[in-house]
């Protein structure tokens, strides 16, 4: 993985001398006292992150925590006041014009809150838009554009005008116009928000699915931690223009940096929010198929555990033997494949922990984590799902 776009002390000052007001900044005046003294209003600070390639990454915070004020500052819809940022290593604070209409063009797309459709062109007038504008012919960006309106679960409604869409169907719309111009990177900005939950939440998993395909580089605002959670691989939190952590959804739930995060979190139910992924623990502790019994015993022993799955060459996972069974086939002469169990569960890496509470509760044995090829890749003990309920 590379890095595809790194912000660097990134700081969005509004007002008629915004750089009069950074030593203020600098030296933690806050926000309201910087506007009450001197009318100008801090939008951000001293930002930093980076985002790698093909990553989610989301920006969460409060309604005027600075999270549009950011994200415009990434295509220079906003100038920064201070501070770099670095688009596949080149700091495009420093572009000319030209360059800044190739790269908005070219290279970065944004989804904004409102659809930002064109009302009196059809899906298709708008999904082609971006492309007529870079002079691709007819034929050719329509072509394109009927793709796009597919990916999005739109096909059938190229000809319709925006008034006879609802909002998620707007939504798509806006999508699939970024998506058409084909960019590295697409900026979000609450892009769901109005829509209803349940739509809201079909989108989410759209999202998801587009991007499993298309691997973009997506920044993401919201400013609800749930919808962070399920889309970040990780979430950077904002408050008054800082921001206050970044970290994967299982790092902020494990230690959220302070009292506002913390607080922040408490509503978030943990088992709608870790994966398998996030909480199996590596399968150190292995028995292949030709080690044998005598070796299954040994390695249980090692870890002081009283079974252990067992794996073939290739670490496709054959099935699981208890020490019990272990050692009375011994003394019987029989081998580790008579005695395999295969009454213990499995899951994909991206099951919700939520999803996984009655495979807890039914087997005696952890959770197998295994991926298409059936390849077990880690292990989900069954406190890490049942601890969650009390
Ligand atoms: N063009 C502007 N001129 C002056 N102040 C601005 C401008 N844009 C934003 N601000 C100020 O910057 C701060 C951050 O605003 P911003 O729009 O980035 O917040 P936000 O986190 O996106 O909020 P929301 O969730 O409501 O969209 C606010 O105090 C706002 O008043
Ligand atoms: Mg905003």
């Known amino acids: 993985m590379s890095t595809k776009v790194k912000v660097e002390h990134v700081t969005k000052i509004f007002g008629r001398h915004p750089r009069s007001v950074l030593d203020k900044v600098r030296e933690g005046v806050s926000k309201e006292?910087?506007?009450?003294?001197?009318?100008?209003?801090?939008?951000?600070?001293?930002?930093?992150?980076?985002?790698?390639?093909?990553?989610i990454f989301v920006i969460m915070g409060l309604s005027g925590s600075g999270k549009s004020t950011l994200i415009r500052c990434l295509n220079l819809l906003n100038r920064p006041t201070e501070g770099a940022i670095l688009i596949d290593g080149e700091n495009i604070v420093d572009y000319n014009k030209e360059q800044l209409r190739e790269l908005r063009q070219n290279k970065i797309a944004m989804?904004?809150?409102?659809?930002?459709?064109?009302?009196?062109?059809?899906?298709?007038?708008?999904?082609?838009?971006?492309?007529?504008?870079?002079?691709?012919p007819r034929e050719e960006r329509q072509e394109i554009a009927r793709k796009?309106?597919?990916?999005?679960?739109?096909?059938?409604?190229?000809?319709?005008?925006?008034?006879q869409l609802s909002g998620?169907?707007?939504?798509?719309?806006?999508?699939?116009?970024?998506?058409?111009?084909?960019?590295?990177?697409?900026?979000?900005?609450?892009?769901?928000?109005?829509?209803?939950?349940?739509?809201?939440?079909?989108?989410?998993?759209?999202?998801?699915?587009?991007?499993?395909?298309?691997?973009?580089?997506?920044?993401?605002?919201?400013?609800?931690?749930?919808?962070?959670?399920?889309?970040?691989?990780?979430v950077a939190?904002?408050?008054?223009?800082?921001?206050?952590?970044?970290?994967?959804p299982e790092e902020i739930l494990e230690s959220p940096a302070n009292d506002y995060i913390e607080e922040f979190i408490q509503d978030i139910d943990r088992s709608r929010v870790l994966q398998?992924?996030?909480?199996?623990?590596?399968?150190?502790?292995?028995?292949?198929?030709?080690?044998?019994?005598?070796?299954?015993?040994?390695?249980m022993e090692r870890g002081g555990i009283s079974s252990v799955f067992v794996v073939d060459q290739d670490r496709k996972l054959q099935g699981i033997v208890?020490?019990?069974?272990?050692?009375?086939?011994?003394?019987?002469?029989?081998?580790?494949?008579?005695?395999?169990?295969?009454?213990?569960?499995?899951?994909?890496?991206e099951t919700y922990l939520n999803d996984l509470i009655p495979k807890a509760t039914e087997s005696t044995f952890p959770i197998a984590v295994v991926n298409e090829n059936n390849k077990l890749i880690g292990i989900v003990k069954r406190v890490s799902v049942l601890s969650g309920l009390f």
């Open 33 to 55: 006292e910087i506007l009450a003294e001197t009318g100008h209003t801090v939008g951000v600070y001293d930002a930093n992150f980076e985002v790698e390639e093909g990553e």
């Open 111 to 136: 989804v904004f809150q409102h659809f930002g459709i064109i009302t009196h062109r059809s899906v298709l007038g708008n999904v082609e838009y971006g492309l007529e504008i870079k002079g691709v």
């Open 148 to 163: 796009y309106i597919e990916t999005v679960g739109l096909a059938g409604y190229e000809d319709q005008m925006p008034d």
């Open 168 to 234: 998620g169907m707007k939504q798509r719309v806006g999508l699939a116009r970024a998506l058409a111009n084909n960019p590295d990177i697409l900026l979000m900005d609450e892009p769901f928000s109005a829509l209803d939950p349940l739509i809201r939440r079909e989108m989410h998993t759209e999202l998801l699915e587009i991007q499993s395909q298309l691997k973009k580089t997506i920044i993401f605002i919201t400013h609800d931690i749930n919808e962070a959670f399920k889309i970040g691989d990780r």
């Open 237 to 248: 939190v904002m408050k008054d223009g800082h921001i206050q952590q970044i970290g994967t």
């Open 276 to 299: 398998a992924k996030n909480v199996m623990i590596k399968p150190n502790i292995l028995v292949s198929l030709k080690d044998g019994l005598k070796l299954a015993v040994k390695e």
């Open 322 to 349: 208890t020490i019990d069974d272990a050692i009375r086939a011994r003394q019987e002469n029989r081998t580790l494949r008579d005695i395999l169990r295969k009454d213990f569960e499995t899951t994909d890496p």
